[in-house]
């Protein structure tokens, strides 16, 4: 009888599994320190009532070599949290710092969703990758910056409380920025380079707002804006939308397109002082559905006015 010898055959599981990695936390008097490694790290930190902070790993990755860590009620000071290389996922809930709370999210394809209370300034950093960056409910006492490296960017700040400056800067590529029912003390400044960028900006209370574009066909959209000082909106060369609608200043507006075929649309825009609106080289558009200025009103290098 004839048998077929059948030989085993093993199956490479790397394509299969993502390694996720270890995340290393530590309790520095009253700062806590977190650190991931160059493999795709997904974790959960969050802070109850009580005070107690629980680092959770997900997807195979693991705290201090657990599954999670607890930290029963740590008054933290302030908090860094660096996720180092890798596709990282990184959660906050709740979390309460006396002063900053620092997160970088290093190289990769990273995503970041924060809901936090910092006494002091939040930061969020973004390396090379595509990343997309998510702060919502958050209180923060001083300044709020975020800063995305080389990639595609999705930055969304909502229904937050900021005491001083919010700042969001982004590289080239295609970016996304959305600032929805923000209120701050200070300002609110948003730039962004090379690329074709969306801005978007709405429920806004701040001191001033400014958007500045880079080279690319750029929309910039205000949308119920309030500010105490200025309304600043510069986009650069390539085919631009610039969107205001019901925006107050208390000093002025000023929007300046560069070249390309730009259309601007001004619906109830106020101003205190100055209101002053410039095209640039190519055909440019200017659709007025209100402007008022108690000084200045200036329209100039627009050869459609509707």
Known sequence: MNRRKSALRMESLENRIALAGDVVAALEGSLLVVAGDNLANELSITQNAAGDVTLLGLNGTTVNGLSSLTLANPLLNSAEIRMEGGNDKLTVTGLRTSTDLNIDLGAGNDAANVVANAGGNLSVKG???????????????????????????????????????????TDVLNDRVTAANLRMGGDLSIETKEGADNVQASLITARSFTAITDKGADIVTATDVR??????????????????????????????????????????????????????????????????????FEFKEFELLL
């Open 127 to 169: 390396e090379v990758g595509n990343d997309t960056v998510t702060v919502r409910g958050t209180r923060v006492g001083i300044d709020l910056n975020v800063e995305m490296g080389t990639g595609t960017a999705n930055v969304n700040l909502r229904n937050s409380n900021i005491g001083g400056n919010t700042t969001v800067i």
């Open 227 to 296: 500010v105490s000082d200025d309304v600043n909106v510069e986009t650069s060369t390539g085919d631009d939308r610039v969107t205001l609608t019901r925006v107050s200043a208390g000093n002025s507006v000023k929007v300046n397109t560069d070249g390309g075929n730009d259309l601007v649309v001004a619906t109830i825009v106020s101003a205190a002082v100055d209101a002053i609106f410039a095209g640039g080289d190519g055909f440019d558009t200017f659709d007025n559905n209100g402007v008022t200025a108690g000084a200045v």
